[in-house]
């Protein structure tokens, strides 16, 4: 089965994006590897989510608000690959950081969303090493942010 066959299974809507110009790129190509910037969970350049977990979003929402975020990697993926997610061969890795209350301590459970994610739809290709880290606060009074990086098969970058 294909990744993008995956990725429709999965419900996922991967949004179409546009490169604007910025301080700093939404991704950026070397040789064969991509890495994907820290996504927010944004839906047409707005907020789905907005606070810390779990004192203002559940942890449920936060794991929603993480898998939003992996769909924003796959734009930019997408983006990267000139839409042909089947050059990739490989994901390296996620990072996840979780805007958490005091005392929470499971931002773990939180990125195991996007990971989840991540593995549904890259199948064999999807295990990545990865970190999961609470944090104090994140752009925009996010939730989580997740970022990744990709290896694509040699010649295609």
């Keep these: 089965m294909t ?4 990725i429709r299974e999965s419900g996922v809507i991967v949004p179409t994006l546009d490169v604007v110009p910025g301080a700093f790129a939404p991704f950026t190509v070397h040789n064969n590897i991509v890495v994907v910037s820290g996504q927010l969970p944004v839906r047409n350049g707005k907020s789905v989510f907005t606070g ?6 559940s942890l449920a929402d ?3 608000a993480a898998r939003l975020c992996v769909a924003n990697i796959l734009g930019w993926l997408n983006v990267a690959t000139h839409g042909n997610l089947e050059k990739v061969s490989q994901v ?9 209350s005091q005392g929470f301590s ?5 990125i195991n969303a996007a990971s ?6 890259f199948a ?16 925009f009074n ?15 970058e």
């Excluded at 990744?3 to 995956?6: D, E, S, T, V």
């Excluded at 997740?146 to 010649?155: K, M, R, Y």
């Design 3 to 6: 990744i993008a066959n995956r």
């Design 52 to 57: 810390k977990v779990p004192d203002d979003v």
């Design 62 to 64: 936060a794991q929603a």
């Design 92 to 100: 390296l890795r996620l990072g996840g950081f979780v805007s958490t």
């Design 106 to 110: 499971d931002a773990p459970a939180v």
């Design 116 to 121: 989840h994610m991540i593995n549904q739809i």
């Design 124 to 139: 064999e290709k999807g295990t990545h090493a990865r970190i999961a880290i609470g944090v104090a606060s994140l752009p």
């Design 142 to 156: 996010a939730p989580v942010e997740v970022e990744a990086t990709f290896v694509l098969e040699p010649g295609d």
